[in-house]
Nanobody, 120 residues
Framework: QVQLVESGGGLVQPGGSLRLHCAASGSIFSIYTMGWYRQAPGMERELVATVTSGGSTNYADSVNGRFTISRDYAKNTVYLQMNSLKPEDTAVYYC??????????????WGQGTQVTVSS
């Protein structure tokens, strides 16, 4: 009923930048928090950044000051601008959204993931 489609991953050298994009579509009544998580090989999925429906943002300490999350409310889209990338940022990045489908149903939706590789 709800789809999150991510794009923007790829290979970049240390110190470079990438911008991730995630669009939500389907049976959407409203969207609360949207965010990005990442999972490196052999590691658990971890929070990168979130933005609430009111615009409040939250960042992992490891990315604070380098990454910026933003949201286009009209387009049900969230972005992650990643600057000064480091090899340790290498991971699969997942979009997440808490979506109200109707008056009684909330769903926690995930995208399929996009690979970010930081390497020289």
């Amino acid at each position: 009923q709800v789809q999150l489609v991510e794009s923007g991953g790829g290979l970049v050298q240390p110190g470079g930048s990438l911008r991730l994009h995630c669009a939500a579509s389907g049976s959407i009544f409203s969207i609360y928090t949207m965010g990005w998580y990442r999972q490196a090989p052999g590691m658990e999925r971890e929070l990168v950044a979130t933005v609430t429906s009111g615009g409040s943002t939250n960042y992992a300490d490891s990315v604070n000051g380098r990454f910026t999350i933003s949201r286009d409310y009209a387009k049900n889209t969230v972005y992650l601008q990643m600057n000064s990338l480091k090899p340790e940022d290498t991971a699969v990045y997942y979009c997440n959204a808490r979506i109200r489908i109707n008056f009684t149903t909330l769903t926690d939706s995930w995208g399929q993931g996009t690979q970010v590789t930081v390497s020289s």
